[in-house]
């Protein structure tokens, strides 16, 4: 890359950088330090601010820089990561959304514990909140280090290793001082520049075509490489039945985890009713619908234009090719519209980054405060007592210090792969127990902490013992090889056992169910009667 791109990316990523922090100082200035502005911004936003603001949580890297890749390497295997995030909102906005915002007050413990002995609850909840978080937070990280890496020319370790602490730092500076408004006006600037970013892009390589999207494709498959393959199923997912069982167990983790992801599931308290927060998620729908469909052109655009082989060339797991396409359609390398363009699209994808990561750790540092601290203290009399906010900034710099540590580690995989792993977690440890709570009327404690757990742990031993960690040439340690379990996504085997797990803890528990308190949960996730 030559030093303009250097020079022009750098100063607006400066310049979002800095208008991001001032909305942080000023937030920081007029707001009162009560658990409820620091979790929930007051939940005094519109559902249009919210409908953005999820927008801007849930369109993270991956979906930017990882499913175009993806796309743009696999063709149409890699359109299923674009149906799968986007088909999860159905689930989220017929069966969450409403049922959340009425039950809970700050995190999805809230809603499991108000039926159940709170102790044991909160603390399976926020264990597995916190590891979907970070999970989720290496994703971005590795997503940022791959953007600077092609930013500065080549693959600089140091550069990408600067950058990714350099995040890591930002995101704990955002919520700290800002908490969920700062947050949430961070989320709101960024999708806008993001859906204006994407949408600019789809109309150069649309342009590009004459409109004609048939030509498109068969001009991506051509110099794919893999001519028709490319645009039929089984490229990637289809060469034997391991890779067949690995697709429909990653497209269970996506469709599915959606509904569990603790940072998704806490923007629906950030508005004062259920009403709003339906609201808010037909507003998501919309904006992420659309930006779906134009990640779609954008991946068979860089597929067309660059070639699969020039795409895999600067980044192995397919990470830059938005970047290359935008440089690409602006002139090409050394051009000023080449130049201008893919600044401007560095520069998005690194609000994204910052963007998201920013409400991820928020929602995992209100898990540790909400529910593990506060658990805990409840137990030891002796514990200080150190108000839940403070504990919650203090969570987000340690939470921040290992998603750093272990973005540098998993910084070659791709960022939507990543991303799959977590939705695996979050659909296995979450969503069983979340779903049993609202809708089961015997459900018992027993029953909800064997579910969390009995997803948690499988998901996560099960990814360890995936050729994601050892085995291969692609796996995080490739020099050594305790591979065991053949599929790179658990969520087909973890999934059930969250759900098999929370039915057998429930039906062997001495504890009677307790009815009046389902009664009382159904009331008021039903009408939103006594809703925080």
């Known amino acids: 890359m030559n030093h303009g791109h250097q020079t022009l990316a750098l100063l607006l990523f400066s310049a979002f950088v800095a208008t991001t922090l001032a909305i942080t100082t000023w937030v920081s200035r007029n707001r009162h ?13 519109s559902p249009m601010e919210n409908g953005f603001a999820i927008a801007g949580d849930y369109m993270s890297a991956a979906s930017f820089l990882g499913i175009s890749g993806l796309i743009a390497l696999f063709g149409y295997d890699g ?51 916190v590891t979907v978080s970070v999970l989720y937070l290496v994703a971005q990280m590795v997503g940022a280090g791959s953007l600077v890496g092609l930013l500065l020319g080549g693959s600089s370790g140091a550069a ?15 919520v700290t001082l800002g908490g969920m408004r700062a947050t949430t006006w961070i989320q709101i600037v960024k999708a806008v520049l993001l859906m204006a970013g994407a949408l600019t892009l789809s109309v150069l390589v649309l342009v590009r075509f004459q409109g004609d999207f048939n030509q498109l494709l068969t001009t991506a498959a051509d110099r794919s490489g893999h001519g028709k393959d490319f645009l039929a199923p089984g490229l990637k997912y289809g060469g034997n039945w391991t890779a067949r069982l690995d697709f429909i167990s990653l497209g269970l983790a996506l469709v599915l985890g959606t509904a569990g992801l603790p940072h998704i599931l806490s923007r629906f308290y950030t508005v004062p009713t259920a009403r709003a927060a339906r609201r808010s998620v037909v507003w998501a729908i919309g904006l992420i619908g659309s930006f779906y469909l134009m990640t779609i052109v954008l991946g068979f655009g860089a597929a067309a234009i660059l070639g699969s082989d020039r795409v895999r060339a600067s980044n192995a797991a397919g990470n830059t090719a938005v970047p290359l396409l935008s440089l690409d359609l602006g002139g090409g390398d050394g051009s000023a519209g080449g130049t201008v363009l893919f600044a401007v699209v560095a520069a998005i994808a690194f609000a994204t980054i910052l963007a998201v990561v920013a409400g991820i750790t928020l929602a995992s540092s209100a898990s540790v405060a909400h529910d593990l601290y506060a658990s805990l203290r409840s137990r030891s009399k002796r514990a200080k007592q150190y108000s839940e906010v403070a504990v919650a900034r203090v969570a987000a710099g340690g939470i ?31 969503l069983p ?48 090889d305790f591979q065991f379990f053949p599929l790179q996504n658990p969520g087909l085997l973890s999934i059930p056992l969250g759900f098999l797990a929370g039915w057998l803890g429930t039906v062997t528990s001495s504890e009677p169910p307790d009815e009046a308190k389902h009664a009382e949960t159904e009331v008021r996730s039903l009408t939103g009667a006594g809703a925080a």
């Open 33 to 45: 330090g009560s658990a409820e502005e620091f979790y929930v911004g007051g939940r005094l936003f």
């Open 79 to 129: 359109m299923l990561y674009s149906v799968g995030f986007l088909v999860a909102w159905l689930l989220v906005l017929f069966l969450v959304a409403e049922l959340v915002r009425n039950c809970g007050r700050f995190t999805l413990a809230d809603v499991i514990a108000a039926r159940m002995r709170e102790r044991p609850v909160r603390i399976a909840a926020g264990t597995s909140s």
């Open 160 to 174: 990408q290793t600067w950058t990714v602490i350099g995040v890591g730092a930002l995101m704990v500076i955002y």
């Open 400 to 430: 921040g210090v290992v998603a750093i540590a272990l973005g540098l580690l998993a910084r070659d995989l791709n960022v939507a792969f990543l991303v799959g792993l977590a939705f695996a977690v979050a659909a296995s440890a979450n």
């Open 433 to 480: 127990v979340l779903l049993y709570s609202l809708f089961w009327r015997g459900f018992t404690t027993r029953g909800a902490v064997w579910s969390v757990y009995g997803g948690l742990v499988p998901a996560v031993l099960l990814v360890i013992v995936s050729p994601v960690v050892s085995g291969s040439p692609e796996s995080l340690f490739p020099g050594a």
